[in-house]
Antibody, heavy 118, light 110 residues
Framework: QMQLQESGPGLVKPSQTLSLTCHIS??????????WSWIRQPAGKGLEWIGR???????SYNPSLSSRVTMSVDTSKNQVSLELTSVTAADTAMYYC??????????WGRGTLVTVSS | QSVLTQPPSVSGAPGQTVTVSCAGT?????????VHWYQQFPGTTPKLLIY???NRPSGVPDRFSGSKTVTSASLTISGLRAEDEADYYC??????????FGTGTRVAVL
């Protein structure tokens, strides 16, 4: 059964770059027609889609974040990565990695909490 | 940046039926894109509850059902149970914004 595990630094300073990794187990990132996505959720607030990537490297980003977001795939490590530049306190949130099938987010990682603070 | 509008909260007594609405526009639900629903308990990861308007993933009780009209969708919980108390989010696709979520609804069991 496929599982997703997010990892990264829990604390990032303002203006720096947030870098997260999602390791996929139980399936090859290269197999099947699966998109991979990042979603975030500030404490006590709703869900926000960040971006989506295919195993070919093709990406699609939330227009409100697109100038600061880069997603990538590393097939050798079976993982996807997220970079968000010039972070502010507004980027403090739980970040989730998910699969995307038919435009639904069907498998979720447990999430990793990122706090932006000096 | 929630594009889909949901009521902040709905409540019902055990055994009752409650409905959570999700209002969209002609750019998302009204454009024919499917609606999906997620259940999230406090402090836990969201879980796909309904996909493609009406379909339940394996393991989701048939007490949960979804429907869709032209520019809106609904999640219905029949025979409400205490363990259904959670936050529920709708989600669809938007012509300009790509994937969009609802504002979220807290379902309370009285």
């Amino acid at each position: 059964q496929m599982q997703l595990q997010e990892s990264g630094p829990g604390l990032v300073k303002p203006s720096q770059t947030l870098s997260l990794t999602c390791h996929i187990s139980g399936a090859s990132i290269s197999s099947g027609s699966i998109f991979w996505s990042w979603i975030r959720q500030p404490a006590g607030k709703g869900l926000e889609w960040i971006g989506r990537i295919y195993n070919s490297g093709s990406t699609s980003y939330n227009p409100s974040l697109s100038s600061r977001v880069t997603m990538s795939v590393d097939t050798s490590k079976n993982q996807v990565s997220l970079e968000l530049t010039s972070v502010t306190a507004a980027d403090t949130a739980m970040y989730y990695c998910t699969t995307v099938r038919g435009r639904a987010f069907d498998i979720w990682g447990r999430g990793t909490l990122v706090t932006v603070s000096s | 940046q929630s594009v889909l509008t949901q009521p902040p909260s709905v409540s019902g007594a055990p055994g009752q039926t409650v409905t959570v609405s999700c209002a969209g526009t002609s750019s998302n639900i009204g454009a024919g894109f499917e609606v999906h629903w997620y259940q999230q308990f406090p402090g836990t990861t969201p879980k796909l509850l309904i996909y493609a308007n009406t379909n339940r993933p394996s393991g989701v009780p048939d007490r949960f059902s979804g429907s869709k009209t032209v520019t809106s969708a609904s999640l219905t919980i029949s025979g409400l149970r205490a363990e259904d108390e959670a936050d529920y989010y709708c989600q669809s696709y938007d012509l300009s914004l790509n994937y969009v979520f609802g504002t979220g609804t807290r379902v309370a069991v009285l």
